[in-house]
């Protein structure tokens, strides 16, 4: 299934599945299942580029959801599955990204 207007927004079906069939490292990076690198500790910049990374993966995310959804309403039909397993990798992300920032914002007390 082709989701029209995705290559035009930067998202193709391809970005869609490897989104899908990806996993988060321990600091949020997005690895293949089945791949779980060793724990490694990462500095602040490491932090940094990760975040980015996640926030480009949670905007596309969106894009593919949004997509999801306008092919669905031209044709009637919505495939649920896979937009609920867009919107769990999303909040997933969403998750890893508000970690990052917890580690990389201080909590200071006023």
Avoid: W, Y
């Avoid at 490292?25 to 293949?32: D, F, H, I, L, S």
């Amino acid at each position: 299934m082709r989701l029209r207007g995705t290559r035009r927004r930067g998202v193709s079906n391809h970005r869609i599945a490897d989104l899908q069939n990806a996993e988060l490292g321990p600091c949020g990076e997005t690895v293949a299942k089945g791949d779980h690198p060793g724990k490694v500790r990462v500095n602040e910049q490491e932090l940094r580029k990760r975040l980015a990374l996640l926030r480009s993966e949670h905007r596309d995310l969106d894009v593919a959801i949004a997509a999801l959804i306008q092919t669905g309403a031209q044709s009637g039909f919505v495939d649920q599955l896979q937009m609920a397993r867009l919107k769990k990798r999303k909040l997933a992300l969403r998750d890893r990204i508000a970690a990052i920032e917890d580690v990389l914002i201080p909590d200071i007390i006023a």
